[in-house]
């Protein structure tokens, strides 16, 4: 158990934090408790109300870092779309690829908990951020085209969203190759050239 004695100016609220990720990460957004929370950061069932108003509170609050950091991996990996469009925008795949198996606890809030973004203002602009790097390379990898024959950059970044959350559901989760021997990336990878090439852009 923590040493309560750590958390002062601000500190209680990052390590509630840190607690509630790892409790969602073992047990799912849905199956413990405020006191839970608490006694995982080494605290009373008193203190998280300092910060939170509830659970659900505290699961936003999760759910919001994921975003930010979800967000800033995506921009790292699209990097401006360096050395070529294609290969920073497919880089993006694997970092959504990856933010989902280093950071399960945080994922599964984001996606999997049923918060209400659009409820919560900071989560939704957090959410939003995340959105943002992906429409932008849409639109980056759009631009190679003539103005009249460019799909909605919007569908593009979120049916590329949909997929590797599909990736992430369908064949990340359990032991390797216990749903298909092909590498989750690999499939991720192979599916958006299909779709991309489709409609054209590459």
């Known amino acids: 158990m923590a040493d309560r004695r750590n958390y002062h100016h601000g500190n209680l609220r990052h390590a509630l934090v840190a607690a509630t990720a790892a ?10 408790t405020m006191a839970e929370a608490a006694r995982r950061a080494g605290v009373s069932p008193a203190a998280p109300y300092r910060h939170f ?17 979800f967000a800033d991996r995506l ?3 699209f990097d401006d779309g360096r050395p070529r469009v294609l290969t ?9 690829l990856d933010f989902a198996a280093e950071r399960p606890g945080y994922y599964m809030a984001m996606f999997e908990s049923g918060i209400s973004i659009a ?14 790097v992906l429409l932008q390379a849409a639109e980056a990898l759009a631009s190679r085209l003539p103005a ?37 990336a690999e499939m991720l990878e192979s599916g958006a050239i299909i779709y991309l090439r489709g409609l054209g852009l590459i």
């Open 23 to 32: 409790l969602i990460q073992e047990l799912g957004p849905h199956s413990f």
């Open 53 to 69: 108003k509830g659970r659900e509170d505290l699961i936003e609050e999760v759910a919001r870092l994921g975003f930010l950091e």
């Open 75 to 77: 921009e790292t990996a």
């Open 88 to 96: 920073a925008f497919l880089r993006m795949g694997q970092a959504y």
């Open 119 to 132: 409820g919560n203002p900071d989560l939704s602009k957090a959410s939003e951020k995340a959105q943002r």
């Open 148 to 184: 009249d024959r460019r799909p909605p950059a919007r569908m593009v970044a979120n049916h590329i969203w949909a997929m590797s959350h599909g990736v992430v559901e369908l064949f990340s989760r359990g032991k390797p190759g216990r749903r298909t021997p092909v590498e989750p």
